[in-house]
C-alpha cells in the first residue's frame, strides 16, 4: 500500500475547508444578503415610524431633541420624509423635494399609486416596494397615519443592496483566492510542527518492535501527542521490564528443569540408599535364620544370640521404614500441619523424662535452663519429634571426658528457640550443609554401631521448612550444639 503523508492530507484537508467556507460564505452573499438586507430596512422604517409616533402624540415635534434624533436616524438609514397634518401641510420634511415627496403620499392615500409591492400590512402602516418609473430604481416605502391624524411617508432607495452584493461577491472570490493560497502555505508550515513529532512516534515505535528500548521521545509538546509520546516512552519501559521478567522466568523454568533432573537423580541415589541400608539387616536376618534353621548350633545361649541379632535388624529396619514413611509425607505435603500455641518448655522436659533411661545407659550428665513456661506456635507432635531427633542425635555422638548434654530453652525477642549441646568431637566444616541429606552419615562405622539410618536430621528439615521456621548446626567449644526456632506470636 503506498504511504500518504500526514503533512500533506493536512495541507490538502485545510485548503478544502478554507475553499468549501469561501464557497459557502459567497452563495449565503448571493442568496441571502438582498433579503437580510430587506429585513433589516423594514425594522428601520419600523423604529423610525415609532420615535416619529410617539414624538408627535406628546406634541414634542418642534423639540431640538428631537429634530436631532430624527435626523441621525434618516441619515443613518438613508431615508426621505414627509409628515403632513390634517390639511396636507407639511410640518417635518427632510431628503428629497417634498412636494414630490408631499405628492406620492397623497396618491398613496387616494389611491392612485401604481400597483406595488407589499411587504408590509398593518393597521396605522404599509410597506411596500416601488419601482421610479423615471430612474428605473427600486426604493422601498413605508407611510400610513399616526396616532394624531397626521400623515407620513418614508422613503428609502433599495439599489444600493444589489450593488453591495456583486461589490461583496467580488471580494469575496478576491479574498478566497488569496484565502486558499495563504491557508494553504500556513497549514503545510503548521501541519509540519504536527508531522514531524507523529513521524518521530513512528520510527520509534519501529524501534520497539525490534526491541530496542533505548530510544526515547523527547519531545517537550504539552498536547496529545506529547501524551502520547510519554505513553510510548512508558510502554518501553513496560516491555522492557516484562521481557526481563520473561528471562529471568525463563532462566527460574531452566533452573526448575535442572533441579527436577537433580531430584529424579536424589530419588536414583534414594532408592540406591535404601537398598543398600536393607541390604545388611536382611542378609544379616537371612544367614541368621537359615543358620538355625539347619541346626548350625545346639545350645541355648548361642540360640538366643541368633534370635537377638534377628529381632535387632528387624526393628532396625522397622525403624527405617517409619523414618522414610514419615519423611515422604513430610516433603510431599501430605502430613497436615496444625499450628498451635503449646507450652513448649513442657514439651521438652516431658521428652527428656521418657529418654531418662538412655541417659543412664551412656552415662550421661544432663542440664536444663529454661524459664519456669514458655508458650510457642507449632504443630506440637511434629516439634516433639524434632526434639526427640535433636536429643537421640545427641545421646549416641556425646563424647569427652565427662559425657554431657545441655538442653537451653530461651526466648529471643519474638522466637522461642531450643538449643540441644552434647560434648564430643566436631562436625568437620565439609559435612556441615550436608549432614540434614538423606541417609548422609559423617562416621558410617559409629551410625552403624548405634543402629542410626542417617533419616533424622532430614525429618528435622523437612518438619521445620514446612512450618517455615529456622533451625541449624554449630560448632561450639568441646562439642556440637543443635538448635531450632519456633515464633512466640
Known amino acids: 500500500m503506498k504511504k500518504q503523508s500526514i503533512r500533506k492530507q493536512f495541507a490538502i484537508t485545510a485548503i478544502v475547508l478554507i475553499a468549501v467556507t469561501i464557497l459557502i460564505c459567497f452563495l449565503a452573499n448571493v442568496l441571502f444578503l438582498e433579503r437580510v438586507y430587506k429585513g433589516d430596512k423594514e425594522k428601520n422604517l419600523i423604529q423610525t415610524y415609532e420615535l416619529l409616533n410617539v414624538n408627535v402624540t406628546r406634541g414634542s415635534i418642534t423639540s431640538e ?17 414627509i409628515l403632513l397634518n390634517e390639511i396636507n401641510y407639511p410640518i417635518i420634511t427632510s431628503g428629497m423635494n417634498y412636494e414630490a415627496l408631499s405628492r406620492k403620499l397623497l396618491q398613496y392615500v387616494w389611491g392612485m399609486m401604481p400597483a406595488t ?7 396605522t402602516y404599509v410597506i411596500v416596494s416601488t419601482v421610479d418609473s423615471r430612474t428605473n430604481t427600486i426604493n422601498m ?13 418614508f422613503s428609502t432607495p433599495m439599489e444600493s443592496i444589489r450593488e453591495s452584493a456583486v461589490i461583496s461577491s467580488k471580494f469575496l472570490c478576491v479574498i478566497g483566492i488569496v484565502s486558499v493560497i495563504l491557508g494553504g502555505m500556513i497549514s503545510w508550515i503548521y501541519s509540519g510542527k504536527i508531522s514531524n513529532p507523529i513521524l518521530k512516534l513512528a520510527q520509534l515505535s519501529e524501534q520497539i518492535t525490534k526491541l530496542d528500548f533505548d530510544a526515547k521521545y523527547t519531545g517537550n509538546e504539552k498536547n496529545e501527542i506529547g501524551i502520547l509520546g510519554n505513553n510510548m516512552n512508558s510502554l518501553s519501559e513496560s516491555l522492557e521490564r516484562t521481557i526481563s521478567e520473561l528471562k529471568t522466568a525463563n532462566l527460574e523454568l531452566q533452573q526448575d528443569i535442572q533441579k527436577k533432573e537433580e531430584i529424579d537423580m536424589q530419588r536414583q541415589e534414594f532408592i540406591g540408599n535404601v537398598s543398600h541400608e536393607l541390604k545388611t539387616p536382611i542378609a544379616l536376618i537371612q544367614g541368621y535364620a537359615e543358620g538355625l534353621k539347619e541346626g548350625v548350633i545346639d545350645d541355648p545361649e548361642s540360640m538366643n544370640y541368633y534370635l537377638e541379632v534377628i529381632s535387632d ?20 505435603g501430605s502430613k497436615h500441619v496444625v499450628m498451635e500455641r503449646f507450652d513448649l518448655v513442657a514439651l521438652v522436659r516431658n521428652y527428656i523424662n521418657s529418654a531418662d533411661i538412655l ?19 507449632g504443630d506440637e507432635f ?38 540441644i549441646f552434647n560434648t564430643g568431637r566436631h562436625i568437620p566444616e565439609e559435612d556441615l550443609e550436608h549432614i540434614w ?6 562416621d558410617k562405622a559409629r551410625t552403624r554401631a548405634y543402629g542410626g ?33 519456633l515464633s512466640t506470636k
Not at 431633541?65 to 420624509?81: G, P, Q, S, T, V
Not at 413605508?142 to 396616532?147: I, V
Open 313 to 332: 535388624e528387624a526393628e532396625r529396619m522397622n525403624r527405617m521404614v517409619k523414618n522414610l514413611m514419615t519423611l515422604s509425607e513430610l516433603e510431599s
Open 382 to 419: 511434629k516439634i516433639e519429634e524434632v526434639v526427640m531427633n535433636y536429643f537421640s542425635n545427641a545421646i549416641h555422638h556425646v563424647g569427652g571426658e565427662e559425657k554431657e548434654i545441655k538442653v537451653t530453652i530461651e526466648q529471643l525477642g519474638e522466637k522461642a528457640r531450643v538449643t
Open 65 to 81: 431633541e428631537f429634530l436631532i434624533k430624527l435626523e441621525n436616524a434618516c441619515n443613518r438609514y438613508n431615508l426621505d420624509m
Open 141 to 153: 416605502e413605508m407611510w400610513g397615519r399616526l396616532d394624531n391624524g397626521y400623515i407620513f411617508l
Open 117 to 123: 409591492e407589499t411587504l408590509v400590512w398593518e393597521e
Open 453 to 485: 539410618s542417617g533419616v533424622g536430621l532430614s525429618i528435622v528439615k523437612a518438619i521445620m521448612t514446612g512450618i517455615k521456621q529456622n533451625y541449624g548446626v554449630d560448632n561450639v567449644e568441646n562439642g556440637v550444639a543443635f538448635w531450632f526456632e
Open 437 to 442: 541429606d538423606k541417609f548422609y552419615k559423617v
Open 359 to 377: 541417659l543412664k545407659e551412656q552415662s550421661v550428665k544432663l542440664s536444663i535452663s529454661s524459664p519456669e513456661y514458655l508458650f510457642a506456635w
